[in-house]
């Protein structure tokens, strides 16, 4: 059973940074496309980064050069650091898991429960 965990969301003012981790049982990442999604309130569903089977990743532009992603293939681990935080960027962030390699399969088959992230100014 593929289970994803995220942990280290919580409060923190603006300009401040976090670090978002994301631990995986049941699966081993080395072939899998690794996602961070959040979702504010009254919002849709954003894809923030990917990181695909190769390594390469991709960033939504309204965090591009503040959030950078990382992965751990021996730990089966995935971050989220997140710097310079703004207001916009409260939501609950998801991580989550597909073994469409590439990241362009038609979804993500595997989330976690996410974890929250608010920030003040």
């Known amino acids: 059973q593929v289970q994803l965990v995220e942990s280290g969301g919580g409060p923190v003012q603006a300009g401040g940074s976090l670090r978002l981790s994301c631990v995986a049982s049941?699966?081993?990442?080395?072939?899998?496309?690794m996602g961070w999604f959040r979702q504010a309130p009254g919002k849709e569903r954003e894809r923030v980064a990917t990181?695909?089977?190769?390594?390469?990743?991709r960033y939504a532009d309204s965090v591009k050069g503040r959030f950078t992603v990382s992965k751990d293939n021996a730990k089966n681990s995935f971050d989220l650091q997140m710097n310079n935080l703004k207001p916009e960027d409260t939501a609950m962030y998801y991580c989550a898991a597909t073994n469409y390699g590439n990241c362009r399969g038609p979804r993500f088959e595997y989330w976690g429960q996410g974890t929250q992230v608010t920030v003040s100014s």
């Open positions: 049941g699966v081993t990442f080395d072939n899998y496309c």
């Open positions: 990181n695909d089977w190769r390594g390469n990743q």
